[in-house]
Every structure is written in structure tokens, then in C-alpha cells.
């Protein structure tokens, strides 16, 4: 079992930029894939960025270029940074780890980018 709580978020300029930063209790951190993933308003879940157990990442082209997610094994937490933000990134942010077909998701932290 794994617990996730997400923090950050909230509102911002548009070309600005935000860091969302997700801790996680639970054991074998090291060895789940964890992510973020955003819903924009009226949309579906879509995925942002994520990094498997050994390190591979995985980045959404809408975000490329403009973002940098880490883990921390040791400190089972992750974290997203987003620059040069769009009101197209408004959207409710969540952080997911998954792992043998086990899956977790936080909360969710609402990201609203004024234009």
C-alpha cells in the first residue's frame, strides 16, 4: 500500500512557473514508476511526465522542453517544476505510482494559469 499527498499548486501567471512536490508513505518506492498526471477542465486524465524504477522517463510533448520531474528514492518523493506556464496547463495535477499492477493515486492540487 502506498499513500501519496501532493503539495503546491494554486494560481500563477501565465510564463511563470510552479513546482509540485508529492510525498509517499509505504516500502519498495525505489522499484514503482511514479508520474504526474493533469485533468484540464472538461478533459480527460492525461499523463505529464514519469520516471520507471530504473530511471527511464517518459515526457508529454506538451510539456517538453518547458519541464523537470525527479524522484528521491530515499526520501520516497517526487517532484514536477513546470516553466513558462499556459492556461492550457490549468488543470488538477495528481501524482501516481504504480507497480505490478498495483496503483496509487494523491489527492489532486489545482493548478489555475492566468492568462
Known amino acids: 500500500q502506498v499513500h501519496l499527498v501532493e503539495s503546491g499548486g494554486g494560481l500563477v501567471q501565465a510564463g511563470g512557473s510552479l513546482r509540485l512536490s508529492c510525498a509517499a508513505s509505504g516500502s519498495a518506492y525505489e522499484w514503482y514508476t511514479v508520474g504526474w498526471y493533469r485533468q484540464p477542465p472538461g478533459k480527460q486524465r492525461e499523463l505529464v511526465a514519469e520516471?520507471?524504477?530504473?530511471?527511464?522517463?517518459n515526457v508529454a510533448a506538451s510539456v517538453k522542453g518547458r519541464n523537470a520531474m525527479s524522484r528521491d528514492n530515499a526520501e520516497n518523493t517526487m517532484s514536477l517544476q513546470l516553466d513558462n506556464l499556459k492556461p492550457e496547463d490549468t488543470a488538477v495535477y495528481y501524482c501516481?505510482?504504480?507497480?505490478?499492477?498495483?496503483?496509487?493515486w494523491g489527492q489532486g492540487t489545482q493548478v489555475t494559469v492566468s492568462s
Open positions: 520516471i520507471t524504477g530504473a530511471g527511464k522517463t
Open positions: 501516481n505510482a504504480r507497480y505490478q499492477g498495483r496503483e496509487y
